[in-house]
Every structure is written in structure tokens, then in C-alpha cells.
């Protein structure tokens, strides 16, 4: 059967997948029939073709904060929604931004080599050649003028570290050089920091983002070996934002901490480079050979070092105050004006961003477009919609965390939902969220139709993540499975703010899995890249108009605000399961381990040759108390069953006397949040999902007691199962009172 | 603690694993006690120094089977065993082995690369650049002279042809091209020839078998750019052995069949080739990107082809008669002449060999001389000893294979065991063999020191396995699992003729893990490279004496042999098991993938850019009756059981009336021959042990079962289960009858 027949003979088998749904979650049945013409109507305005000119027009020129493309692009933005007609204004805010002054990079010994440090023009791409991109940096790196051995360390996360420490490797005064990828870039100058180096290089190995992925650009999409990955290594896991005014809105007059007061600044210079400037410096070292899933792609075996190669890094930054422009688009709303239905995607990238970040401002304008075509016919939003263009993402989540910070206080008496996008291309769905807000995306996922296949988001990511899976168990799950499962968030984009600061409930929303490539930010994130392997058609484009704009116009719309608690439970009771999982097997894992040292097979079992240090016994892993956090847990099934029920009888009653009612179901999640937020990062508050203290975007649930298992600290462990417990505890009776009103 | 402590520290944690055994398996107590003294003289006489220098002779010179080298080493090896007054002489087969006449293999278009096909002489390595030295090729190639379009078929498996056909690329016509490994080289021609490939390229690809392993040749052990691995294609798993000549003795009047009626000759031209000449057809091909895991290691994006790249492959060869030259050494047995202990390695290397075989051979002239010695002081072993120096094992197991095949008769009466040896280097021991044997190696691996740790060489092993396993689970079964483990032999060296043809119960023993390298049947496998990257010092040598040494002794003094069948049914029944989730599993999985294909998802989950074509439907899997071969398990069980009682008791009872009883255990092993063989290759007698038909080397156990269930033939895995049975209850009659005896 041919790839052309499968439109055709999709409609018959898959029907049943997208037809129009009789009923929405929160919304009684008349309502919901008015609602799906709605979003019908909706869907007519949107156009490929406008969202790709929107593409184009934003990323013609670079547009990183603080540049003069980013001023013109948020007054463009901000130009658009004026003459929409909705009540838009640009909030400046005023952030520490640092750009290069001087980037150094070379290899002094046992053969000198001055790394380039420049992506070049191709004739290919009109844009690649722009003056005022960005340099190749990494934003935040401390200043640094060093001169020392270089020692490889793999990804340089910690489990790097410990293979260095077995074979008496110390990187105490070195450089290291780090492959991207395995962990958020920001953490591997940290962990560096941590162990002693003076300095760190990043860059992009081929077998993880070059031509082991496929053809290398502009032949294929993936980096070519002039490409670099620029980025911010602020510590945002201690918190995002300006560094200078944490856990407030960095205003023109707020008051700023000293740059070496900040927390989340690092103390050692880092620079990103390509494979061909790294390429000499790997060639060049000795030392022992790397362990066997060490090496990368380029062509010779790899070495650890320290021996005769000698790197000088000399950075240094302009550290400026700059100007941070969100632009904020307001529609009262018609009968909840008080009731806010918040939409973001930022507008500032590393050089062009035609995908990261204005794939998905574009899809973000197109539906703001449509909703004001429908505005034009006379109707109106029944809760405020608040559309917000963020500045300084990429730093740091500036723009967002500074508007949060400055008004968390309005914005958890107000806002509803927090709907978030970034870049976008071709593939399948993925959502992320608060998990009472699992029914919401089940209803849209299943309701919107996939551009390239026909059949519902839902059937196609379901579809895909059947094939992906190898196991008969794993794939019959996933067949059986029905619903829409919400990961769950860690950070990378601008929802970290209002979900793990502030308790809004949030999502993140994009399609993906289709479009890879190696031009993140690089000059290559350009039109031309992303019109001819991203998302080339924009359909997609279009797909995530329609996915975020069912999310806003539903909760907007909704009678009853369609919050579930009962999947919340559900999945933190998964966490709960989980984390004992976890303890045992670290318990059982250790106990083994301690057996085979005691039993001397390191020393035994390992080529001596290889001159290991033989690991020393750990301490043994105690038992500690779940059953507060169990109990909770009870508590919580308990309250978020009757209140189901509660919901559901509101809904038949046609959703009588729902603003306070509405208001607890949104606030809800403020309950989790626990006043001295997690041990060592107290900006981070919300007790279920921050992003890992290690893993940087990877999210880490339940954190605060996972992390202090991972990291061993049992009895914080303890201490933060009560704390945990509390909160769980304080949302049971919260939602315990809220079905009584 | 650092690797300097270790013996010391060893010394009084491991003492209780190599304390000497008061008892050995097979005999009783005061013999026992004599065996560990004899086996303390034999240890004596072993130098490392001594097969260092056999080592550096019999590898001086090319002596590959026809050349000159190749008889001087029989010659030498004869004149060894004469001066040491064994009854020893040539035995001499004439065998067909072709040698290159022409080799060409040149890119066409879109450019013109035309190969070296030359491994350079390296001033590190005196004999790398010999003259006598044969070219690189594949013995047994078709000639051919063939142009066609090239497509890159990865490791050239069954699997990777289902993934080229969901692509819709058929190689019929073309010549493909094949990474090296993951299954048996002569496996991938002929799956090219079985999809209608007209020629075959195997290269070596750097991921595998190069710089991703280490540094390469010279400067490491690993495998340069100009390496080439020789190696025979012929179609052993049809039959080794002389091709015109199959299932019997290729003596001189031998009846021969034509060359075109061999049915273990393939009909393409293939040619192996190193990864400096693949890189620029490689680099040439387009037509679609690999699939991620087909990547190898060369600095740029693999495309599968066809395409504008055609290459152009001349080949042909002397297809000579030569002679094959088995050095047959005996001592006859001064209690039981009539029972032979067997023992051998070849002797003919593709080039120079001194890794293989030369470094298992010196191993064994070692323990010959050392057995030479021990009779200088009046001892004589109890039962006949043959020590056997093959000829041509490289093209297709000649030498052994004629040997058997001329002998059979008189070894289905007399050989007690064939103990197998080949190439052998630094690290943890290996044994296969012939499950009743188990208990005997037990006792051998826990009575031999490692030479680097000193401990015995079965705690060293456990140790690497513990550390080798990730799961907790895995490492806890280690650990509590004292008894050693045979693995199941396969094929790739001398045993195969006799345990899968002859049914003579058989062990192939060496040590391996810690000198891994490139020089595989390349001139780069030199004693330069042997006596630095292998086993610099011999070491290894020495323990390879001993413990091949020990089992020959053993088997020589044993007062009733020690086979326990009780190993083998457990061992057997473990098979049965595999098989049995073998087919659930192949039923699952039938059934998940039938539904999604129904429910469209590979049409809808995949992307349709890649235009892969959907998968069809495959028939259900049926349920087989497994009660036969279960009920057969259980009498085996039984007769094992009870025989080990009378055993235990003759132990006992010193072993009186012996000779009788010890024919019946070693002859045991042919009762679990079929007569007709394994479906389509009535060659492999043996019910429990094959090579497998698409792995070649890698073995399959309960091989007629177990491929047909593979191949999805369920009538014919239905009648192996029934034809299986029908072995092992012969068997298990055969050892209940023997208990009476």
C-alpha cells in the first residue's frame, strides 16, 4: 500500500477518532454545541500562508534582546494587536544582558590552534550573513583570561565525574571540554565549577548533532561543522529571571543586587563551539583512551587527557543593563472580566529564530487574528484574554519571570490558566501541564485534526508512540490507553514562572518529532531552514493555532472552569509509587555494590591495565516514613472523587452560581506551593514539579524528595515527605471546602 | 586503595576459592590426591618464556594452508613431537582452496575510486610486510565480473533486508555493501544472494571495528584505516569441510562432486575491503538517509543508494586441489589405549596468525612438551592421548572436518572427549562444550590461578560478570551462582565436525577480554602486535596450558569419567523453556503488530516524507504440542539422576569394573544424534547444538525447534519437537540401561 492511498482510506477506519464530540468537559450540552461552532468558525481563519509570512517577516533579521530587531519586533507585535483592537501596551523591564567583548579560544601546546569561532554565510540561506547576529557564547559565563591542560569529561554531568574519579582523573585547575546534550547546557559548567576546573568548552559532537543524524546543512537539516549551539548557562535552577532582582520584577527603579551577589551567575568563563574547532583540541590529547560510550563521531579515538595540550580561553562580556520588552494584549472578558485566560510565546531569539521562537509567535498571532475576525461578528470572550509577547526568553526566561514577579499578587487572584508555546514543526503532539487539566487536553487532542494524515493528534501521537515502543506489554498499554496523558514540567520555556513561582495552572503545547535539525540557535535557525525542513507548508503552524486556541477558547468559554482533580491525585500517587521504587532499588543496588567491594571484584574484575581506584563502600540506605505522604495522598482521592461529583451536578444544573466556585478550581493549585520552596532554591515553590537540580530542563516531580534520595541526604528526604505531605494535605481540604460552596 | 595492593589483599579474601580440592570429580580419594600432585609437575613445566618463542617461530612466516610456511610448520611441529618420542605423523588431505588471481573493485560513477586492496607494510611490525603474504580476499567467493549500482545494506542480516524493503529498495541486480559483524561474514553474501544481489563488498566499518574502539594500529591494537579482514564465506552451516568432498575424508582417491555441485559455495563475487577504500563509495552514495542505528563511524551522513554511485567488481581465483597437512601426535595408554583423549588447535593462519592460531598452539605444544617431561620420570597416562595439529581450518575447518569424517568410525569407539583451543589473549577464561562436562571444568576453573590477580580464574571471570551486569537482580544471581557455566558451541573453530557430526563430546576453551584489537586475520595479526597488545608476557599462555592441560589429565586419569547428565537435562530443559516463550512471545508479538497494522498505525505514526511502505499482516502463531519433548525431559531427568547415584557409588567403590561403564558415559553424546539431520542440512547430527543457519558462528540450541519457530515454519517446528524427543529419550533408555551396567 502506497503512502498516497492513506488519506483516502484513513476516513473510513478512523472516524470514530474526530468526530464532533457532543459534550466538552466543563460545559453543558447546549453550551458545548455553541462552542464547538465556535471554534469551527475559528478554525476558518487561520491560513498556513499568513502564518508562514509572519515566520518570514519576524525572523528577517536578528532579534536577540536588547538589539535594535527586537525593539522593531515587538512594536510590530504590538502594532498588530493595536490595530485588532485589543488593549495592548509594550512593559519594559530592565535586565542584566551580557554580550561578548572578547572570545579567545586556542590550543597552546603541543600544536597551536585558534579556534574560528564563526558560523560562516552560505549562499544557500539569504540570512546566514546578517551583521548584528549574535557571536558564538554562551550567556552568563563569567569573565576569564586561563591557560591550562584540557580534560575531556564526556557530557559532564556528575556520573562523568565519578567514571574521572575511578581512574584518578582530577580536573582541579584544568579546562574541560564537554560534548552537548544529556543534561541542560547550564549544568555542565556547573558541575565543572563544582569539581575545580577554570574553565569549560561546549560543543556540539557529530554523533549527537551533526551528520550521524543525517545530511548536514543546508544539504540536510543537521549541524554542519561550523555550527554552534549558543545559549545561557545562568543557574536557572536556582531560580530564572534577571539576576539581579530575584524573586521581584526588575523595574526601572527596583532594587538590584551586585552582579557577584547573584546566585545564579557561575564563576568560570564557558564558550560553545563547533565540531571543526574542537576537532584539533580532541585530536590533540593523550591520556588514557575515553570508555568505550565516551567516544563521539569525529574521526579518531577519542582521549581523556590531561597531558600536553594546553588550551587558552580568554572571555570577556559588555555585563549591560537592557531594556526588556513584553508586549501584552488584553480583550476584556464579557462576563468574567476578572477571570484571566493567559497566552504566551516569546519573541526574542539567539539570532533569527525563524523556529525558536517565531514558529510558535506566529501560530500565537494567527490565533489572536482569528479571535479578533471572530470579535468582528460580535461575539466576545466571556473571561479576559490576555495574550503576552515575552521578551529576553533566552537569557534566562527574563521577560516572563519579571512580569510574573512583578504581578504575582494580581496574577494569583485572576489568572485562570497559563497557556504556553515555543518553537514548533512538523510531527506530533506533546503537552506538558498541570494534571487537573488533563480531561481539558483529552478534549482537544482528540478533536483536532493532524494536517499530514488525517486522523486526530491524539490517533497520530498514539500511533507513533506504539511503533517507537519495542515491548508487547509496553505497546498493548499504549493501544488500550485512552486518554491523554499531560507530561509533567521542568523548565526551558517562559510557563516556569507562573507553574512552579506563582501556582498557576499551566501548559506547554507544541508538535514535534519531525522537524529535527541542528540549527538551534544558531544562524541557521533561519526562513530557509525552517521552510525547508521544519515545517515546510506551515501546516503546523496552523495545527498549534488551532491545539492553544481550543485551550484558550475553551477555558475562556467554559461554564464551569474543567479542572480535575482526581488526575492530579492519580499522577502524584504514580510519583509516590515511583519514589519508593526508588529508594529500593537504591537500597538494593547499594547493598550489592557494597557486597562486591567487600568481596573485591573491582579490584578483581577490571583489566588492571586500566590502574582503576576500586570504589569505597557507601553508606547503607535507610527505610524512611511514606505514610504521611501516603496519607495525604488518601485525603486528597477522597476530596477530589466528591468533588467530581460536585463538578458534574454543577454542569447538569447549568454551572448555577460558579464564580466562586470557579475561583477556588483555578486557584487550587496555589495549595501546593509550600512557603520556604525546596531546599537551596526557595524561588522554586511548587512541591510537585520543578526542573532537576542536575537534569536543568529535565523535570524532577515530587522534587524535593527525590533530589535528597538521588543525592542521598536522607534525612532531608524525610523531612521533605512531611513537607510534602502538608501540601497535598492543604489542597485535600481546600478542594474538601470548595465542594461546599 | 590503589592497583598495587591488590595480590597481597586478595591473597586472604579469595583464599578459600583456590585452596586445593581434596576431591576431583571422577575420582576417588587417594587418586585424587596423585592427580594434584601430577598436576603440580605438569604446572612446573610451563614457561612463558618457552611459548613466547614458539609463539615468535611458528608466526615468523605467512602459512596459510598450501604455502610453504604453512608445511614448514607442520614439519617443525613433527619434529617436535618426534624428539619428544610421541608416535606422531602427518596425516595429509587434499582439499579445494582458492587464492586470487584478479581482484578489482573500482567506482564507476558518479567519480572513479579505484581500491588499494592492500595492507601496507608498518615500520613498527618486521613481518608485516613479508612477501608470501596472501592478498586480501574472501576464499570461496564466486568469480565474477560484475558492474551494477551499490546500496548499503548495514550488517547485511535478514532484518536489516525487511527494513530495506518497508523503504522499497530492492538490491536485486546490484552489489551491496556490508558492515562487518553482528553475524558470521559469510552470512551477509549469502542473504544478499538469497534478495538477488549480483556481488558483495564487506568492509570494516570504524564504529565496529576501528578508532571507536581505541587507537589504532601501530600506536594501538586497534584496527587502522588499510586493515582488511580475510575470511572464508563458504557456507559452513551446510557443511564445513572440504566442498567437494562433504561427508567424507578428502584423501586422495576420494570420489569428488564438480565445484558447481558444492552446495556450501556461494554463487557472487564478495570481496572484503578496509574502511580507507569503502569511505569514498560510501561518501558517493545517495538515494535515502540510513535509519539512525545503521550509522557507522565515518565523518559523514551514510545514504542507503541505489543512485548515481556504480561500482565495478572483477574477481577470480585459482581454484587449487591442495594439500592439507593435520600433524596426528599419540602416546598410547597404559591402562585404556582404546580410549582416546583428544586434543587440538589449528595450525594454518590467513597470514602470519600469531594470535590465531598460533598463540592457542603454543599453549598446546606447551602442555605436550610439559607431558613429555612428566614422562621422563616414568609416569604414562592411563588412556591413549591424541594431540592434533590442523591444517585449514581458516578456509572451512579442513583439516579437522576430513579427519573426522575418514575416522568416524574408529571416534564413535574411542574418543573419550576433543578438547578445542585456538587463538587465546590476556584476560577472563571462556569454555563451551558439552553440558556432562560441566562439574569436570567446575573443578579445573576453580583450581586455576589468574596470572594477573591471583585468584582462580573462575572468581576472575564471576567477577567481570557481576561488574559487566547492570541489574541489581543480575548481579545478586551472579554472585550466589557457584557452580561454572559451559556455554553452547557453535561453530568458527575445529570442534564442529566432532560433537555436531560425530557426536563426540567436546570442550573449546581460552581466555579473551583484555587483548581486543583489529588484527583479526589481517598481516597485522603479527607477533609484534601479539607480544604488545595481546598477552605481553605469555601469561595467559601459561594459564591456557594449565587449564586445557588439567582437562586432559583429568579426562586421561579420571577412574570413571566424569560426564553428570544431570547438567546436561537441566540444561537441555532450560532450551525447553526458551523455546516455549520463544513462540508466546512470537505469538504476542504477531498479535499486537497484526493489530496495528489494522488499526492503520504504521501508516499514521510514521512519517510520511520516508514513504515507507506499511508492513502486511503475518499469519497467527499456532500453539505446539511441547508434550513430547517435556515428557522425554522428564525420563532424561530420571536416568540422570539414578546414574549419578551408581556413579557416585563406583567412585565409591574405587571404581571397579570401569571400562565398560566409561564407554557407555562417553558414547552417551551420540544417542542425541538424528539420523537425517537438521532439516536442509543433514550434515549437523546434533539435536542439541548447531550453528545457526543466518548467524553462522553464533550457535542455536535445540536448533531444528528453534529455527523453524524463528523462521515461522510451525509444521516443521512441530516435527523437530517430535524428532528432538525421540533423541533425548534414546538417551535417556541409553543412560538407564547403562546404570545397570
Known amino acids: 500500500m502506497l503512502k498516497k ?4 482510506l484513513l476516513l473510513s477506519v478512523f472516524n470514530f477518532s474526530y468526530s464532533q464530540t457532543k459534550n466538552i468537559f466543563g460545559f453543558n450540552e447546549k453550551d458545548a454545541a455553541t462552542q464547538l461552532s465556535l471554534e469551527s468558525s475559528f478554525d476558518k481563519n487561520l491560513s498556513a500562508e499568513n502564518v508562514g509570512a509572519t515566520v518570514k517577516l519576524l525572523s528577517a533579521k536578528p532579534h536577540h534582546i536588547g538589539s535594535p530587531g527586537s525593539k522593531e519586533n515587538a512594536e510590530y507585535i504590538l502594532s498588530l494587536y493595536k490595530k485588532w483592537g485589543w488593549d495592548a501596551q509594550i512593559e519594559t523591564f530592565y535586565v542584566l544582558f551580557p554580550t561578548p567583548k572578547t572570545r579567545v579560544l586556542e590550543m597552546v601546546s603541543p600544536t597551536s590552534y585558534k579556534a574560528i569561532l564563526k558560523e560562516p554565510a552560505l549562499k544557500e540561506d539569504p540570512t546566514s550573513g546578517q551583521s548584528g547576529q549574535l557571536p558564538t557564547y554562551n550567556a552568563y559565563s563569567a569573565d576569564g583570561d586561563v591557560t591550562a591542560d584540557l580534560v575531556f569529561v564526556n557530557y559532564g554531568l ?4 565519578k567514571i574521572l574519579d575511578q581512574m584518578g582523573i582530577s580536573v582541579k585547575g584544568k579546562i574541560v571540554i564537554a560534548k552537548y546534550g544529556h543534561s541542560w547546557r547550564g549544568t555542565k559548567p556547573k558541575v565543572a565549577q563544582e569539581h575545580g576546573a577554570i574553565g569549560c568548552i ?6 549527537d548533532d551533526g551528520y550521524f543524524a543525517g545530511d548536514v546543512y543546508p544539504k540536510g537539516p543537521f549541524k554542519n561543522e561550523y555550527g554552534v549551539q549558543r545559549g545561557s548557562i545562568m543557574d536557572m535552577v536556582i531560580n530564572p529571571g534577571d539576576p ?9 527603579d527596583a532594587k538590584r543586587i551586585e552582579k557577584s551577589e547573584a546566585l545564579n551567575i557561575l564563576k568560570i568563563p564557558v564558550l560553545p563551539i563547533s565540531y571543526h574547532d574542537a576537532k584539533p583540541l580532541l585530536e590533540a590529547l593523550d591520556g588514557p583512551n575515553v570508555p568505550a560510550n565516551w567516544q563521539g563521531g569525529l574521526p579518531f579515538a577519542y582521549h581523556i587527557g590531561p597531558g600536553k595540550t594546553k588550551v587558552h580561553l580568554k572571555l570577556a562580556f559588555n555585563w549591560d543593563i537592557v531594556p526588556c520588552y513584553d508586549v501584552i494584549a488584553k480583550i476584556k472578558g464579557a462576563k468574567y472580566p476578572d477571570e484571566w485566560v493567559i497566552r504566551g510565546n516569546h519573541q526574542d531569539a539567539w539570532v533569527n529564530g525563524a523556529s525558536d521562537p517565531i514558529s510558535g509567535q506566529a501560530a500565537m498571532l494567527e490565533e489572536a487574528k482569528s479571535i479578533t475576525e471572530l470579535m468582528k ?3 466576545k470572550p466571556d473571561r479576559t484574554l490576555v495574550y503576552c509577547s515575552w521578551d529576553g526568553e533566552e537569557p534566562g526566561l527574563l521577560g516572563s519571570t519579571e512580569w510574573v514577579e512583578t504581578h504575582q499578587k494580581e496574577l494569583q487572584e485572576k489568572a485562570v490558566i497559563y497557556i504556553n508555546t515555543d518553537g514548533n514543526e512538523r510531527g506530533f503532539i506533546y503537552a506538558e501541564g498541570s494534571h487537573a487539566l488533563e480531561p481539558l487536553m483529552d478534549g482537544i487532542v482528540k478533536n483536532v485534526i493532524d494536517p499530514q494524515t488525517n486522523v486526530s493528534i491524539f490517533e497520530r501521537r498514539k500511533a507513533k508512540d506504539a511503533l517507537s515502543e519495542n515491548s508487547t506489554d509496553g505497546r498493548e498499554k499504549i493501544i488500550n490507553e485512552n486518554n491523554f496523558k499531560l507530561d509533567a514540567m521542568g523548565s526551558g520555556s517562559d510557563y516556569s514562572s507562573f507553574i512552579q513561582h506563582a501556582g498557576i495552572p499551566s501548559l506547554n503545547l507544541g508538535f514535534g518529532g519531525e522537524g529535527s535539525g541542528g540549527e538551534y540557535h544558531s544562524i541557521y535557525d533561519s526562513f530557509y531552514d525552517f521552510s525547508t525542513f521544519k515545517d515546510p507548508g506551515f501546516h503546523y503552524g496552523v495545527a498549534l493555532s488551532k491545539t492553544a486556541g481550543r485551550a484558550v477558547l475553551r477555558m475562556s468559554q467554559a461554564d464551569i472552569l474543567p479542572f480535575d482533580f482526581t488526575h492530579l491525585y492519580s ?18 543496588s547499594t547493598n550489592i555494590k557494597n557486597k562486591m567491594i567487600k568481596l573485591n571484584y573491582f579490584a578483581v574484575g577490571e583489566d588492571p591495565k586500566k590502574n582503576l581506584i576500586s570504589p569505597t563502600a557507601k553508606s547503607e540506605v535507610p527505610y524512611l516514613d511514606f505514610s504521611p505522604l501516603q496519607n495525604a495522598l488518601e485525603d486528597l482521592k477522597n476530596s477530589a472523587d466528591h468533588l467530581k461529583v460536585i463538578f458534574q451536578d454543577k454542569i447538569n444544573k447549568n454551572g448555577g452560581n460558579s464564580i466562586a466556585f470557579n475561583q477556588l478550581l483555578y486557584q487550587a493549585e496555589q495549595q501546593l506551593l509550600t512557603e520556604t520552596g525546596l531546599p537551596r532554591r526557595p524561588w522554586y515553590k511548587h512541591s510537585i514539579y520543578a526542573p532537576g537540580f542536575y537534569t536543568g530542563y529535565g523535570v524532577k516531580t515530587l522534587p524535593g524528595i527525590r533530589e535528597a534520595i538521588e543525592q542521598r541526604k536522607w534525612q532531608e528526604a524525610q523531612d521533605q515527605i512531611y513537607a510534602d505531605a502538608k501540601a ?14
Do not use: C, V
Request: proline letters at 7%; a negative charge; hydrophobic letters at 35%.
Open 244 to 252: 539581579l532582582t530575584p524573586g521581584i520584577g526588575a523595574t526601572k
Open 728 to 741: 497535598i494535605t492543604k489542597l485535600a481540604n481546600y478542594l474538601k471546602a470548595a465542594a461546599l460552596k
Open 571 to 588: 499522577t502524584i500517587n504514580g510519583y509516590n509509587e515511583e519514589l519508593q521504587s526508588l529508594i529500593k532499588n537504591e537500597r538494593e
Open 377 to 379: 461578528t460580535g461575539w
Open 202 to 207: 561546549i560543543y556540539s559532537d557529530p554523533m
Open 158 to 161: 556528575p556520573d562523568d565525574y
Open 5 to 8: 492511498l492513506f488519506p483516502i
